[in-house]
């Protein structure tokens, strides 16, 4: 498993996370649209950001994909991330099962867990595609 840096980093930006991002198993779990996201602290919070990998295809089912994201400073004590997708996958690739997430500080090594067990998509369940996650 190899970890991508985002695209959307800045050089100046020097205070590290690692996401990981675990989708489900089910049929059809895995998602072609683009997903976004921001991390909230108790100090700040991100952008919009985009995940991306221009070298292979995330969110597969059953993958675990593993990102690098820089930020200008600590976040502080991470509280939620918002995540959604633009539902632009072909078919049954719009719709995505995310299983949860687990973002760990580079620096101080401290790991926290935000837990979906749901689906993120329109005919399915709920038919929600944009979700907080605490």
Not at 51 to 61: E, L, N, V, Y
């Amino acid at each position: 498993m190899g970890v991508t840096p985002l695209a959307d980093n800045k050089k100046c930006d020097q205070y590290y996370y690692q996401i990981l991002v675990f989708t489900g198993q089910r049929k059809h779990a895995g998602t072609d649209s683009k997903v976004h996201f921001v991390l909230s602290g108790e100090n700040d919070q991100t952008p919009i950001r985009l995940f991306s990998d221009p070298h292979r295809k995330i969110f597969q089912r059953g993958g675990i994909d593993s990102f690098i994201i820089a930020v200008p400073k600590s976040l502080g004590l991470l509280n939620y991330i918002r995540i959604w997708h633009d539902n632009t996958g072909e078919g049954s690739s719009a719709s995505w099962f995310l299983k949860y997430i687990i973002v760990r500080d580079l620096q101080s090594m401290d790991k926290f867990y935000f837990i979906s067990q749901q689906w993120f998509a329109v005919e399915k369940d709920d038919g929600r595609i944009e979700r907080i996650l605490p």
